[in-house]
């Protein structure tokens, strides 16, 4: 089976995704990552104006049948967070690249997000 | 230690299903979605591969006085055709498994029974069986046929008229835990109408080599180990292993809330023990639970009172798909086992308020 890999974005190896919008950060997960876990049933993640920091973990997603941690691209503050995602985790599922983002950072550090993984290298992982 | 693989792990493959270990099989777990597969068994019908249970087959003369001494429930119950669901357990009355027994037709005119251990359990049920047979100077003959049956379980509210349509058999006739053979797609098996998803349904023993033939006879959603848990947390049913564990954690059928399993009038290992517990009552015992806050309970989270004090352990938890809320086994003191009772799920290092449900959480058969 092959995945999508938009190559608008930068990747973890634990399977975040990275989109550097105007001002912030925006972060999900893969659809490869979706399609390993399964149906999403659930979302945790920090409020508005929480801390985090790269390459730790900062919320969870559970899938029926798995838990997985969360790891932040780059380090910041929280600017904005998925609520649709409270009632409808599913939008993980069905689309993990648009509607099924987490979280927003403000990042401290602009220049972090060119280490992490192309679209190109991130593929080649999952492959 | 390689796993043990299904006869059909090479088409379950094709399919693209994902696979998992469990018991020491790789099984698989997801063929397209957990959530749609458990919907196809509570709206409609699916079918599950299920040969990682075991298949040991007793019989002899005395093949229902060793059913009957090694399982707690009442065997001698049993005419041909029927079946029970039973635990095993050890001198102290711990579950040591459960199982369903089935009463086979003679064999030689000889009273002959199948019984299908957990994954994983076969081989020392069926060493139990032929230690205690020897040491009661018994005549019966243990045969554990594990690798010999492919085991498929059809389940759900089309799944007695799908099973008739493909058996040549009059298998919508028979009644639940009614067992006997029939054909389907040329080769004879075993149906039983049983299983573990609180739905209707049939369970059916095939041979290992004819396993593909009678899969692709059945047009249905195939479901996975996944669904599989979700399915029979909702309808209360247990996991060997998960809901009680002869080491980690060990418990009487009473505690586990099947001592309806239970015959003291009979004579099996651990019926002195059980006799007291009955008599005593438990410390502890299984309870649902529901959580109320956000999150997923899960095998291990401590559970705690509302002043904080960890009072039990959840055994079994899922986000129900049937009913979109968080629900799961727990044992708690029986002080706190009253439905209704409110309790405390710590997730992750968080506190989460649930409450005490009765079981099973939905309608079963």
């Known amino acids: ?127 | 230690m390689p796993l043990e693989t299904p006869p059909l792990r090479g088409l379950h493959d094709e399919y693209g299903a994902k696979f998992t270990e469990f018991g020491g099989w790789d099984m698989p777990v997801e063929f397209d979605s957990i959530r749609e597969e458990h919907e196809a068994v509570r709206e409609g019908v699916g079918i599950f591969d299920v040969s990682h249970m075991g298949q040991i087959h007793v019989t002899g003369p005395d093949a229902t006085t060793l059913m009957n001494r090694l399982t707690t429930n009442d065997v001698g119950r049993l005419e041909v055709g029927d079946s029970q669901y039973a635990a095993i357990t050890d001198e102290e009355g711990i579950v040591l498994d459960d199982t369903i027994v089935y009463r086979l037709p003679d064999h030689q005119e000889q009273p002959t029974y199948l019984f299908v251990p957990n994954a994983g359990n076969d081989e020392w049920t069926h060493e139990r069986w032929v230690e205690h047979k020897n040491e009661w100077g018994l005549e019966a003959t243990v045969d554990n046929r594990t690798d010999e049956y492919a085991m498929f379980a059809l389940q759900g509210p089309e799944a007695v008229s799908l099973a008739a349509d493909v058996a040549e058999a009059g298998l919508s006739d028979r009644r639940r835990f009614e067992s006997g053979h029939t054909t389907v797609a040329g080769v004879e098996c075993l149906a039983a109408r049983t299983g573990y998803t609180g739905e209707d349904g049939f369970e059916f023993l095939v041979p290992w080599d004819a396993a593909e033939t009678v899969w692709s006879a059945v047009d249905c959603q195939p479901c996975g180990l996944g669904a599989r848990d979700t399915l029979r947390i909702e309808a209360g049913l247990l996991l060997a292993g998960q809901d009680f564990d002869p080491e980690d954690d060990p418990r009487t059928p009473y505690e586990a809330g099947i001592g309806f399993v239970v015959s003291l009038e009979t004579e099996f290992v651990g019926r002195d023990a059980l006799e007291r517990v009955d008599a005593e009552g438990v410390e502890e015992r299984l309870v649902g639970i529901q959580l109320i806050d956000r999150g997923v309970p899960r095998h291990g989270y401590d559970v705690t009172n509302a002043d904080g004090r960890v009072i039990g352990t959840v055994t079994s938890g899922t986000m129900s798909p049937t009913l979109g809320k968080p629900i799961g086994f727990a044992y708690v003191p029986v002080e706190y086992a009253e439905p209704g009772t409110t309790l405390r799920v710590v997730v992750r290092g968080q506190s989460k308020k649930a409450r005490v449900e009765t079981i099973p959480f939905i309608e079963t058969v």
Request: net charge negative; aromatic share 8%.
């Open chain 1, 1 to 127: 089976m092959s995945f999508d890999v938009p190559e608008d974005r930068r990747y973890l190896e634990s399977h975040e995704w990275a989109l550097e919008t105007e001002s912030t950060v925006r972060v999900g997960i893969s659809e490869f990552a979706q399609d390993e876990l399964g149906d999403v049933v659930f979302v945790e993640f920090p409020e508005v104006g929480q801390g985090v920091t790269g390459e730790e973990a900062f919320g969870v997603v559970e899938s029926i049948k798995a838990v997985s941690d969360l790891y932040a691209p780059v380090s910041g503050e929280v600017v904005a967070v998925n609520d649709d995602l409270h009632d409808a985790p599913e939008l993980v599922n069905d689309d993990p690249f648009g509607d099924g983002w987490m979280i927003e950072i403000d990042p401290d550090d602009g220049s972090e997000l060119e280490g992490l993984l192309s679209a190109e290298e991130y593929e080649a992982q999952i492959v």
